[in-house]
């Protein structure tokens, strides 16, 4: 349960949400990712943390450079676990 409160807490934020649909094309690097938005360092350092916290992205680093990629296992999970909670469509309404 802890996984999927820290992955709601993650995906909360429009800054973060930002962040994965650009990695959605791809691995990015932590300044590519950066010039996308107007904040500082570390507030950009902030939300790949709670992104990592959540295992919404992973990284690697190369050199000096950080690069992050999206993990979709932890979104797929979520899904599945709304579709569960809201459970077959034939089946609302009946006791």
């Known amino acids: 349960m802890t996984r999927r409160n820290d992955t709601f807490k993650a995906i909360a934020d429009p800054?973060?949400?930002?962040?994965?649909?650009?990695?959605?094309?791809?691995?990015?690097?932590?300044?590519?990712?950066?010039?996308?938005?107007?904040?500082?360092?570390?507030?950009?350092?902030?939300h790949f943390a709670v992104l990592k916290d959540a295992d919404l992205i992973s990284s690697r680093r190369a050199g000096q450079t950080i690069w992050y990629s999206l993990n979709t296992t932890v979104l797929e999970d979520v899904i599945a676990w709304a579709i569960d909670l809201v459970g077959p469509k034939n089946g609302r309404g009946k006791k």
């Open 15 to 46: 800054s973060r949400r930002e962040i994965l649909r650009l990695l959605r094309k791809g691995e990015m690097t932590a300044g590519d990712l950066a010039e996308c938005f107007d904040m500082t360092k570390p507030t950009m350092s902030h």
